[in-house]
């Protein structure tokens, strides 16, 4: 195309930046593999031949619009707008999480806001998930995984449920007690609890099991048994009085949590400040990295 305008190879070479036995090269082979000569080469000037005219203006128009879409598409990728989908656990579903995607939100009116809650780990690229926020250790290889921080679990009881009842002093005791437990087989689950360099599991049975961290406290709280839940569930209620913690130089292992985004190159503005926001949020959902 640049040969045809220019009428010369080698202003063509120079306005695409390239040698000028490369553009003849890739104009020999396109005649060879068109089977027709497409320019007369003269010392002083390249003129088109009847079919190079024909193919010239065949040319044009698609590759126009191919430059405009192109020009459009890179007009829209620097700039903050769009659709942002987000993908959250069920225990996001709270204020902190709400208020801070509330104030995200209004600083970046011009980016639309999707956000998926659920448990279960839906497919970044099926769905068209831009950012999803995950807890535990990472499976999947075929995605991006910028950790955030990490969550911690107290072992924890309703006040009203130990009412005369013995208090457990090793982990080894709940056993002996009724559990709420998260994500159990058959109502019964095994607890990993840290205690320094000290480390145990503990079996544990309930007559209820649930795959949601916010209903694993909410039954604790109304008393149904022990439970190993998340401290941003129980921080208010142990302040109250209404839970107590139990075996309290145990926690539960670590369990990180990440932002979790299909690929590093080409992230839109969008994806890029939201996981800016992220990571300087100071969470009480958990302790930064």
């Not at 070479?13 to 036995?21: E, Y």
């Not at 009847?50 to 405009?68: A, D, I, M, W």
């Not at 579903?93 to 780990?121: C, E, M, W």
């Not at 998930?129 to 072992?155: C, E, H, N, P, W």
């Amino acid at each position: 195309m640049k040969v045809a305008e220019f009428e010369s190879i080698s202003k063509a070479a120079r306005a695409l930046d390239m040698p000028v036995s490369t553009v003849s090269r890739k104009l020999a082979a396109l005649e060879s593999d068109l089977g027709v000569s497409l320019v007369r080469r003269t010392t002083r000037r390249v003129t088109l031949t009847s079919q190079g005219r024909n193919y010239f203006t065949q040319c044009v128009e698609p590759l126009t619009k191919l430059q405009e879409a192109e020009h459009v598409l890179t007009q829209t990728q620097s700039k903050l707008e769009g659709t942002l989908a987000i993908s959250v656990p069920m225990m996001l579903n709270q204020g902190p999480f709400i208020d801070f995607l509330s104030q995200f939100s209004k600083q970046h009116a011009a980016i639309r806001v999707d956000l998926y809650i659920t448990n279960a780990y839906l497919n970044l690229v099926a769905e068209n998930i831009d950012v999803a926020i995950r807890f535990g250790q990472m499976q999947d290889s075929s995605v991006v995984a910028a950790k955030l921080g990490t969550s911690v679990r107290y072992v924890v009881a309703a006040a009203d449920y130990m009412k005369g009842r013995k208090y457990p002093t090793e982990p080894d005791d709940l056993k002996a007690y009724e559990c709420v437990m998260f994500n159990a087989r058959n109502n019964e689950t095994d607890w990993d609890l840290v205690c320094g360099r000290k480390r145990v599991r503990v079996h544990v049975r309930g007559s209820i099991s649930s795959r949601d961290c916010q209903s694993v406290a909410a039954f604790v709280q109304r008393g149904h048994g022990i439970g190993l839940v998340e401290t941003a569930h129980v921080e208010e209620a142990l302040a109250r009085d209404s839970l107590v913690r139990l075996l309290p130089r145990w926690i539960s292992t670590e369990v990180p949590v990440f932002a979790v985004y299909p690929t590093r190159k080409f992230l839109p503005p969008r994806v890029n400040v939201f996981l800016a926001a992220l990571a300087a949020w100071k969470s009480s959902l958990w302790m930064s990295a």
